[in-house]
């Protein structure tokens, strides 16, 4: 079993779109060394979770479940959301989820706890912890650039790959 820390992470707000019901969000959740201000540098790890919430401007608590069909209902999750490990080096790793349940309690002020319990297409178990606080970017505003998301003060995360 390999353990990852995972000590920032920012959400992004995609809107509404035909393949999927409700509200679409992006949240990465990432360990220090990655930053991204329009693209990704530095090198570390990460998640990558792709929800369909009920709520334009939160991710709504609840179990989110995988889903694989179109639309994609509210509470679920996608089979874009990933693993990967090592980003920017030459141990780079990762795998798409292909199962599993994420359930999110929002905590108030941009903070959310996320316990993960998936599994991915090279037949790994995927679990993951995260409470913090989360950088918010707005994709639907045209003018908008993601600035840098990486914040420092947070408790550590931990995510397992086996």
């Not at 998640?47 to 994609?72: K, N, R």
């Not at 780079?92 to 316990?115: H, I, K, P, Q």
């Not at 505003?141 to 914040?151: D, Q």
Request: some cysteine.
């Amino acid at each position: 079993m390999k353990k990852y820390d995972l000590s920032w992470g920012a959400y992004i707000y995609w809107g509404t779109d035909d393949w999927y019901d409700g509200e679409g969000f992006q949240v990465y959740l990432c360990s220090e060394g990655l930053d991204f201000n329009g693209s990704w540098t530095g090198s570390g790890d990460r998640l990558l979770i792709e929800f369909i919430s009920d709520a334009a401007d939160e991710i709504t608590s609840g179990t989110y479940e995988f889903e694989d069909v179109e639309p994609l209902p509210v509470f679920s999750f996608d089979s874009w959301s990933f693993w990967e490990i090592g980003l920017n080096t030459a141990e780079n790793d990762g795998c798409y989820w292909a199962s599993g349940t994420v359930e999110l309690r929002g905590l108030g002020d941009d903070e959310y706890e996320f316990t993960v319990d998936a599994g991915d297409e090279c037949g790994n178990d995927v679990t993951a912890h995260f409470k913090g606080t989360l950088d918010y970017y707005d994709a639907t505003l045209k003018k908008s650039t993601m600035p840098k998301v990486c914040s420092t003060g947070h408790k550590l995360r931990a995510v397992r790959v086996e």
